[in-house]
Nanobody, 127 residues
Framework: HVQLVESGGGSVQAGGSLRLSCAASRYLFSGSFCMAWFRQAPGKLREGVAA????????YYPDSVKGRFAISQDSATNTMYLQMTSLKPEDTAMYYCAAPEPGSGYCRLGRQVDFVYWGQGTQVTVS
């Protein structure tokens, strides 16, 4: 049974920082894996904010978070992280970790349908 469990969300003032964690099944860290963070604010579409791929050797961020968010992973503990700094009120959202089927070769934040494994989400509120 493949699982992803997010934690670390909370409330923070603008300019502050948070680190989200995603405890994942070991299976998702196999081979040239891809894992990602998405977020969804009320009334808005879900969007990708960070991806780590090629077995952790490459990362990708959209312009909206580039330079402020950093994705990382620790294969030894099967955990993925999202370090968020210089947080803005518009970063307020439910944050989800997700992964495509390992070995599928899929890893595009713009193709959410390829991400078949999802966590339950953790809320981030920036005021």
């Amino acid at each position: 049974h493949v699982q992803l469990v997010e934690s670390g969300g909370g409330s923070v003032q603008a300019g502050g920082s948070l680190r989200l964690s995603c405890a994942a099944s070991r299976y998702l860290f196999s081979g040239s894996f891809c894992m990602a963070w998405f977020r969804q604010a009320p009334g808005k579409l879900r969007e990708g904010v960070a991806a780590i791929y090629r077995g952790g050797r490459a990362t990708y961020y959209p312009d909206s978070v580039k330079g402020r968010f950093a994705i990382s992973q620790d294969s030894a503990t099967n955990t993925m992280y999202l370090q968020m700094t210089s947080l803005k009120p518009e970063d307020t959202a439910m944050y989800y970790c997700a992964a495509p089927e390992p070995g599928s070769g899929y890893c595009r934040l713009g193709r959410q349908v390829d991400f078949v494994y999802w966590g339950q989400g953790t809320q981030v509120t920036v005021s």
